[in-house]
Nanobody, 128 residues
């Protein structure tokens, strides 16, 4: 069983920055594919970014490319999402997710169904 605990959400003005953190337990991030998703009110859960277990390969949604960066600290069992140049459209609950299937080389999972563990979510609100 993998547990994920997110932190770092909050209220920020457009153009500002936030860094989300996700601490994992039950399995180290070096043996997990990890990702971030978000869900705005009335919308479905949307892929934001992911990082693979072995080489740390990353992938991003087009809407956040160049503004968000996913990274990890293996020693701290923590995955980060650095969010810069935030826009009101980024307002959502952000969820950390983990995929225990590491048999696919450096394939980057990006569908919600590919992740089997989820955090409780952290609210990010960007004001205009």
């Amino acid at each position: 069983q993998v547990q994920l605990i997110e932190s770092g959400g909050g209220l920020v003005q457009a153009g500002g920055s936030l860094r989300l953190s996700c601490v994992t337990s039950g399995r180290t991030v070096s043996n997990l594919n990890c990702g971030w998703f978000r869900q705005a009110p009335g919308k479905g859960r949307e892929f934001v970014a992911a990082i693979t277990w072995r080489l740390g390969r990353t992938e991003y949604a087009d809407s956040v490319k160049g503004r968000f960066t996913i990274s990890r600290d293996i020693a701290k069992n923590t995955v980060y999402l650095q969010m810069n140049s935030l826009k009101p459209g980024d307002t959502a609950v952000y969820f950390c997710a983990a995929d225990r299937d590491i048999t696919n080389g450096d394939y980057v999972p990006h569908y919600a169904t590919e992740f089997d563990s989820w955090g409780q979510g952290t609210q990010v609100t960007v004001s205009s």
